[in-house]
């Protein structure tokens, strides 16, 4: 166990007290602030005027529409005049009066292709007919099919002004069928609760709590944040692992070393001092998601001792995936070769993403529950669990954490055997089924 904790030691030492440590450690943050500087850039407001034609065969919606253009116009004007969405201008179609449909259409193409209008739409007469039995449809022609806005503030105002006009064909007055007609939108809730007895000596029912309005923060950004700060730490640890070993053995600093400690001993050592490397990367990011947390007032979602839990991924992480990346290492002389080895394990790495929408939708389903159970996943997608409603039952987070850590030691010790075996080989990389003859090797 002291050549462990001296191997250990000595690997923990030149990870952390280089400068290239430093960088890592303070580049993440860095990279994460001018990733989300980026986005509210590029999903900044465009103001930019939007002008449209229409070619309406129903001789009613052009007034609708028009108004409508116009109520929007007071409505994105902010208290200093400035817009805060773009303006939609409706533009006469007078030069195309004299022509025929087909005409029409070909001319306003022309006038969307010369950047003169985004788009025009046709509304055929049906549309506020209500009689009509076939599926309602409206034309929206442009050169720019990813804008959305333009689309969707169009197909409100032309069902809106539709149904109204069914409504008056129909003998309803608009008024009374605006009243009837109104939506309902939804708040989204969790659940009403009651707190322990309110007197002095904590007797009684107790006070209830109405539910709150669910978080967007609490639902979905803590959780993601979460499985992302475990999946970077230990995928920013593990790789290098690979690549000192291959170091080491392509400079036969190993030969010398097993002189000295048996390659049991050295691979541990390896891995404790490597994920002491990672805890230290944790703590500085847990630790910093932790003041944030606090400070926006979530310290309640992420706990202490959520914290310690997720230190314990991260520790078993990196014992997992290290030791295969490790095993990769001893198996390779050549980068090369081992960049083709080490896909299967960047796959596994990589396995929690293909349901991470999944979980996120639904956490209680069997396909959440299943895949945070799976070993190779479990660090990353069994916090996001536990921070979401409803949470992971202890049973569970137990299993993974049992299941994770077994998994973990049956790598370490597969690895081992191939580590014992390919160290000191050279030459060719070895296949996938002589590493698993090394494996059953006594």
């Not at 007055?173 to 708040?187: G, I, N, S, T």
């Not at 409603?389 to 973990?408: D, E, K, N, Y």
């Amino acid at each position: 166990m002291r050549k462990i904790l001296i191997v250990a030691k000595t690997e923990f030492q030149s990870a952390v007290q280089t400068k290239a440590f430093l960088v890592s450690l303070l580049m993440l943050p860095v990279i994460y602030a001018l990733a989300f500087g980026i986005t509210r850039f590029a999903s900044r407001v465009d103001t930019k005027p939007r002008s449209f034609a229409v070619i309406d065969h129903t001789g009613v919606m052009f007034p609708s529409i028009k108004q409508a253009a116009g109520e929007r116009r007071k409505g994105i004007v902010d208290a200093s005049g400035k817009p805060k969405a773009s303006d939609f201008l409706l533009v006469d179609t007078a030069q195309e009066a004299d022509r025929s449909g087909p005409e029409v259409a070909l001319a306003l193409s022309g006038r969307v292709r010369s950047g003169e209008l985004e788009a025009f739409i046709e509304i055929p007469a049906e549309i506020i007919q209500t009689e009509a039995t076939a599926p309602l449809t409206w034309m929206y022609f442009s050169d720019s099919p990813n804008y959305p806005d333009l689309r969707k503030w169009l197909n409100e105002v032309i069902n809106d002004a539709a149904r109204k006009s069914r409504y008056l064909a129909a003998g309803l007055k608009p008024e009374l069928a605006e009243k009837v007609d109104r939506r309902a939108e939804v708040a989204n809730l969790g659940l009403v609760t009651r707190v322990a007895g309110s007197g002095s000596s904590g007797e009684g029912p107790g006070e209830i709590v109405n539910a709150r309005p669910i978080d967007f923060v609490r639902t979905k950004l803590v959780p993601i944040g979460l499985a992302f700060i475990v999946f970077i730490v230990s995928m920013s640890n593990t790789p290098q692992l690979m690549t000192s070993v291959m170091e080491e053995k392509m400079t036969r600093i190993s030969e010398m070393l097993l002189g000295s400690v048996s390659t049991f001993e050295l691979m541990m050592g390896k891995l404790i001092g490597n994920a002491a490397t990672a805890l230290v990367s944790a703590s500085v990011y847990l630790g910093g998601a932790y003041f944030a947390a606090y400070h926006y007032g979530y310290a309640d979602v992420v706990t202490p001792g959520l914290l310690a839990i997720l230190a314990l991924f991260v520790t078993l992480s990196v014992l997992l995936f290290g030791s295969l990346y490790m095993a990769v290492g001893s198996a390779c002389s050549e980068f090369k070769d081992a960049q083709s080895l080490m896909m299967p394990v960047m796959m596994l790495s990589m396995m929690p993403f293909f349901v991470v929408t999944a979980v996120m939708d639904n956490p209680a389903s069997y396909v959440s529950v299943i895949s945070s159970l799976i070993p190779f996943a479990s660090p990353t997608l069994m916090p996001m669990r536990m921070v979401m409603t409803p949470a992971a039952p202890l049973w569970q987070v137990a299993l993974s954490i049992g299941l994770t850590a077994i998994t973990a030691v049956a790598c370490v010790w597969i690895s081992g055997k191939i580590f014992r075996t390919a160290l000191l080989m050279h030459g060719k990389a070895p296949t996938f089924r002589e590493m698993a003859r090394w494996v059953i090797a006594r």
